[in-house]
């Protein structure tokens, strides 16, 4: 996870009619909220720019944790690289993430000569690969 600075104001409705603003990622989908008149939200200051909702007060930023999108891609893609071996199969790639879970590190190891998997033939296979 990948930390990020999220800054919350706090907005009011001063028109009256409902404001509906938007919050969310495209990766983990998005939710529309509705603010009545009158009402005080605490939102994201991304959702709340393009709406007609005052800004009243500006909370401290704070970290919190970011899901890293691209990790569970380039997870995928590093089981596939591995299983597109030649004589690497689906549990000797799950036997080499248990002990290295990223390329990089895979990498390392086979930099510093480490053995990367407990078969002589798929270890040789896998460092010629990677080396």
């Known amino acids: 996870m990948e930390q990020a600075t999220e800054v919350k104001m706090e907005f009011k409705n001063e028109t009256t009619e409902s404001i509906k603003y938007r919050i969310g990622s495209y990766t983990e989908g998005f939710q529309w909220r509705s603010v009545q008149p009158g009402e005080t939200v605490d939102v994201p200051i991304q959702s709340a ?12 930023s704070k970290k919190v944790d970011k899901p890293n999108v691209d990790a569970g891609f380039r997870e995928k893609e590093y089981k596939r ?5 030649q004589g690497v199969g689906k549990k000797s790639a799950e036997d080499i993430i ?16 480490q053995q990367v998997h407990s078969s002589e033939k798929i270890d040789q296979v896998v460092k010629n690969e990677y080396e």
């Not at 690289?81 to 071996?85: A, E, F, V, Y």
């Open 49 to 60: 720019k393009n709406t007609k909702l005052t800004q009243v007060k500006i909370h401290e």
């Open 81 to 85: 690289k591995l299983i597109n071996i």
């Open 98 to 113: 248990k002990n290295y879970p990223t390329q990089k590190e895979l990498i390392l190891a086979i930099k510093r000569g």
